[in-house]
């Protein structure tokens, strides 16, 4: 099935990459988990079930505004007849408020937020009030609507309300709807966990050792962020020397421990594919696909072992990033309750000519471009192109336009969607900066 140039590993056909991730969907089953935390932990999670209002917001008639509660029909003829004097009460406990009546020809004093005494339905703010300490009575002279600077029980949030659905994303905004509903915990989608087996002799953690040829680990940690950017779990196993028993007892733990496994940096000794075979040694289906039309990226593999997804990560870094982005990210998404290939997209202008390699045209191509937005708000992107291991193609960046296989060519002016991705596209502090030049200094977006 396989053949070889010189000392490595190469396959022999390709498959597409909507065919490959379909076959490695078909072969797993992905079971999305729920858990409980704690509402205040739960910004950025996905909520399992519907929150549905089980009591009514604000619970009775409130105040909105500092000033006095009155009857309406008390001030409705002010217009016609003039100003009115009304008599002030004395205020009782707050609890106790509701269960005061207020008569004809009263009014209490009243704070914002504070609870209405019955038959009060309108608010006179106090700078259109006169108040008389020597006989305790003020004095209005302008009428308004009934029910003014009132916020009336019931009226933002209904009891049984639809407040937000499952699968629904939770903001800020939303954690302080729901503790104020008194929910103190959130049933939400569970993180996947996702093991990372790095394999090869050549690979090294300590940087003394890169320093007499060995090759620093530097994907596994890349792969980590990644996964944590995407809302995953990583599990990190250590490296892995180029041997199948070793290699297999690695895959057999993550198998136990995670629910998605991802091998990374060197899959092949010579002429033997070392992962492959540690996978197909464990069991069936085992390797679904290896050789995938993806540029940068092609000798990924797809994998299923107990209807769970491996994932055989290439070395060079571009390629790795790429089968993650394409295969890995979204597994993880449905994981999390989210539809697998959602993405915010930006509209930008190409600032040059990008051609497909030519022997990889009717390939997916992944193009990493740096975004900058010119003064008069128009976002440009410029393609960088180098080799497939170098790094500073990823941080030069922050986007990537995927290209599809029937696409060989795009030109300079054309208006291309970029893919902003967590992790890749922006830091955790500030998701949507893109600088732009304009006139002798870098502003802000």
């Known amino acids: 099935m396989n053949h070889t140039i010189g000392m490595h590993w190469t396959p022999s056909y390709y498959t597409s990459v909507r065919a490959s991730y379909s076959k490695l969907v078909n072969a797993i089953t992905i079971r999305p988990m729920a858990e409980s935390i704690f509402t205040e ?95 305790n009575t003020i004095t209005i002279q302008r009428d308004l609507a009934k029910g003014m600077f009132v916020s009336f029980k019931g009226g933002e949030i209904a009891r049984k309300d639809l407040l937000l659905t499952a699968r629904h994303v939770l903001r800020t905004q939303d954690l302080a709807l729901v503790s104020i509903l008194g929910i103190r915990k959130l049933k939400i ?43 995953g779990i990583p599990l990190d196993l250590g490296i892995t020397p180029d041997n199948i028993h070793k290699i297999k007892n690695k895959i057999r733990v993550a198998l136990s421990e995670s629910d998605i496994i991802l091998t990374t940096g060197g899959s092949s000794v010579g002429l033997r594919d070392l992962v492959a075979e540690s996978i197909n040694g464990i069991g069936k289906p085992g390797i679904l696909v290896h050789g995938i039309k993806l540029d940068r990226g092609r000798v990924t593999g797809l994998a299923a072992l107990r209807s769970r997804p491996v994932i055989i990560l290439p070395g060079p870094i571009q390629g790795a990033v790429n089968a993650f982005i394409v295969f890995a990210q979204p597994l993880i998404r449905v994981m999390l309750g989210l539809h697998p290939f959602t993405k915010p997209f930006i509209s930008a202008k190409l600032t040059e000519d990008w051609n497909a390699r030519r022997r990889f045209q009717n390939f997916t191509k992944i193009v990493y471009v740096k975004m900058s937005r010119s003064a008069s708000g128009e976002f440009h992107a410029k393609p960088i192109t180098r080799e497939t291991t170098d790094i500073t193609v990823l941080t030069g960046s922050n986007g990537f336009i995927l290209v599809p296989e029937r696409l060989i060519k795009l030109n300079r002016g054309q208006k291309v969607k970029i893919n ?16 732009y030049q304009s006139g002798k200094s870098f502003l802000p977006f």
Request: charged share 25%; glycine share 8%.
């Open 189 to 231: 989608f569970k993180k996947p966990r996702v093991a990372i087996i790095p394999t090869g002799n050549e690979l090294t953690n300590e940087i003394n050792d890169a320093k007499r040829g060995k090759i620093l680990n530097t994907n596994s940690r890349v792969i980590s962020n990644l996964i944590e950017s995407s809302g």
């Open 41 to 135: 932990k739960a910004v950025g999670r996905v909520l399992w079930t519907d929150i549905i209002s089980h009591t009514d917001i604000p619970s009775s008639n409130c105040s909105n505004m500092d000033g006095f509660v009155v009857k309406y029909n008390d001030i409705s003829r002010i217009s016609q007849d003039g100003p009115i004097k009304l008599r002030v009460l004395s205020r009782r406990k707050t609890d106790k408020r509701e269960n005061q009546i207020l008569l004809t020809g009263q009014t209490i004093r009243v704070s914002t937020g504070e609870v209405l005494p019955r038959l009060g339905d309108t608010v006179i703010p106090l700078e259109y009030t006169q108040f008389n300490s020597k006989n």
């Open 420 to 435: 902003i991705s967590p992790g890749l596209s922006f830091s955790a502090g500030n998701p949507t900066e893109f600088p």
